[in-house]
């Protein structure tokens, strides 16, 4: 294949003095401008807008803001050594070192040097401020994308093309809207992709770099290089395996040993001189000395090993991540893994490469700028499908026979420093992989996906082949979908012979694409040493996709769970044998209680247990469990966010069962059914021939990390193993009293397999009681439910009135009067709550069911507001806990409507007891107000009638003495 250069382009490329492309007709606008203002006007658009949750400061992102405030408050107090007028005395606390050796310096040092400008602490509030720099920052990045694309490609067409790419990718979009370093972390590894291709600028062979301007400048760049590489570092110091592969190939620029050495030795003072105030400041501030920031390493390694939560982090920690954590330092928990559990833990760590880059980063599956969730999930995937044309072009030294010497080595350079940073973001299979981390090296996939269509606009032989790759690889991405696998299971009935038809389909594909792949370098590459290089780098690409889907295939994890939704009429049923399975000797089963694992639907649910009807509704698990109770203020974090209730998300529902109902010795049938006029959806699970083992979702554990990596699912559990074999109960779908086949699911396929319906025993002593005062002795009979000794104290009530809130709630001014909120009125009231003191002597219950209710409507259009109960142990309002079942908004008419938010807590759960509830009132989604204040959408609302009613309950209390679960 001969060159595609004119002689005019030849011509100008011989010069190795001149650096800039030839500027092509009609571009006359500065490309990476364009693409920046359309980049930081997208971003701050986005957030403007507010379509998705405003979540700047969510999880992480609230430690960097609070090592800002940090910061500020040491800049302020070194530059004047005096307190701020009027305000709090400003002084370093002790736990100045604590955040900033896990945040680093540079992301809060960005605003924090603005905020000590102007004399302010940060807060919530100031949020804007975040925005308007992390949108800057998305800016520049899209900048310098254009930049380097424009040096790959010499063509300001193409190189606006890849900016803007950029600029509106979406998972980039939610990245500036949250003040983590993964968006500047893109800016600095571009930064130094760009200065490390400045290293073959101006390379002659025959003018050697030993001295005179030339040495001089190549100092000056190694310099800058080693700075940029001394920030990333400090920014993301797993990333340090990709900027020394990029560094080690800026190596075979420079002409000469003298010339390398050189730029070994600048590179190093450049990193040094900005990694060693870090290193003297750490060693100041702790004792000792780190290099880099210490974000916890050893416990984020020990969570990635673990396998029993197969690898996400969750709250509280598993018994194993805790083990791995008390490690001396990084390498033991690596190494203690691989030696136990060397099989698992490689199926894990393949897994872990679909959690980096499988789906993009959108924390809360919410729309972007119109865009829904499942748009950017296909756009996302059709960037990495574009990329492998650009690998494979780069693998085949396009970049040598597109442009002329010194520039085709520049691109070259760029596309394979492009390469090797996305390979380096291999280094976070180590921890809790997720889209998160993978965002990174998105840029550099960007880059390459526009640069194979560049190769193939430009060489129209390639394509043809380019287009065949394109549509294999997205039919590879739509057959390696969990719909697919869970589709061909429900044509078998079987769990294992579904994954293996979806493995052999990928097979067929990954044969394909190969096939495709070598017929585009047979084109493209001259050389027969090219080509075989080629081969073997396709055949290794091929190879690692079908390890991550044969361990999926293995693992069947994601693919075991299957729904029934049950309308009239229909009833999930369960027999379950527990003849010789039941208790020890000596023991006795204290509490029965049937788990159910369904959708919000079932809180109505009718339980029927061996002919009788349980006379309550299930309840969630963990508000039988005070010891975890404090799982709700985390799942209410990220539920929430998604618009939801903590209702509505997935948990264990339990229905309590009197002992006297069971048969200790023999069969029971459990029947779940929907409320009247309703329906509700039961999970089950596959029969797996591989795998007797069950698992079923953790009572006790919640996962963000996999929370949002599911969307649409809205289920945080981890999977536990249990020893319930295939053949230790009986499913089968009921409808109108008839028993149906072992198609236990309306839906089309087959479903086979269980139930998750499964019955609990607390086995225990005669005198055992549960702890808290909540123990229940066995009913006296068949048919009887046990007594509650709470069931008959009174209840405390009382009237909320405009006397219990600021003054200027009162809409009429009358004390007893109706109470008003709004954006002015929350601006011009000093508290926008109530406290009401709850008497020691009130509550001696194991439980408090809280009621709020009331009546409210709109003053002119419609409008979002809230009323937001929490409870206190006596402290102060921003550290009560709000109940878990409070909605994130109430809609408020023309008309007078009632509401009435109601949930049980455990007394147990705070030390001292419930001793304050508070009300507040926000004119909008309170998380939001609470956090970010009132912007254009807050609503104006009237309330009327509102009254706190407080129920002492007894009800058994779920932590003490051992569970069975069969």
Known sequence: MGTILTREESARGSDPGRLKAPYEAGAWLPAPLIAGAIAFGLAMLAQLLGQEPRAIFFGDSRHYLESCRQLVVLIRTACSGLAAGGGPPLSVGGSFADYLMADGPILPLMPAAYFALIGKLPTPLDWPVFAVLQSFLHGLGAMLLCVLMQKVTQSRKWALVAGLAWAAYPAAIVGSSRFLTETPTVLFLLAMVWFASRLGDNCDPARPWGRGRLARIAAGKGIVLGAWDGIILLFKPALMPAFVAVNALALGYPPGWRARALVVATVLCGGIAVILPWAFFSKAMTGSMYLTPQRAPVYNVATGCDIESDGWGTSPDPPLTALLADSPGVIPPVVASWQTHPAELLNLTLRKVYRLWGEPWNDFSASVLGVPAKVQAWWHILLWVLAVPGILATLAAAPLRLMP???????????????????????YVSVEANSRYGFTAMPFVVLLAVYGLFVAARLPAQRRASLSLIVAGAALAAASGSAVASGLAALTGDLRSGLLAQEATECLLLVGIGLMAVRYLDKLVPSSRRKMMGGLAVMAIAIGIFAVSLAYCLDGRQAREWSCTLSAGESACREIDLRGRALGAGQHASLAAVLIDGDAACRDAVINVNGHRLPEHPELLLRLRPAHYSLFNLMRMFATRFGKQVDEIRQWRVGLVPVSWLNMSGSNIFRVSPASGSSLTVYGDYVDSWAPRRRMPAFDYFSGGLFNSSPGAFDGRILNPVGLSNGSSVSWLESNGARGSNDLSPVRGRQTGQYRIFLMLAAGADHQVFPGGGGVPPASGPGKMPASPGAGRQKLRKNLTARDFDPVLSKTGVPGGELRISRAILRASSRSFCEVKVPPAALSSSYVRVTVSGFLRATSSPATVSVLPLVGGGGSFDDATVLPSTPPFLKAGAEWERFEISDVVPSGYLPAGIRSVYVALFPGPWEEVREYGCDRRCGDAVFKGLKLELEPLSRPVLDGGPLLIY
């Open 405 to 427: 010497e010194e520039r085709g080595r520049a691109a070259d350079f760029i596309c394979w420093a492009s390469v090797l940073v996305i390979l380096g973001h291999f280094a």
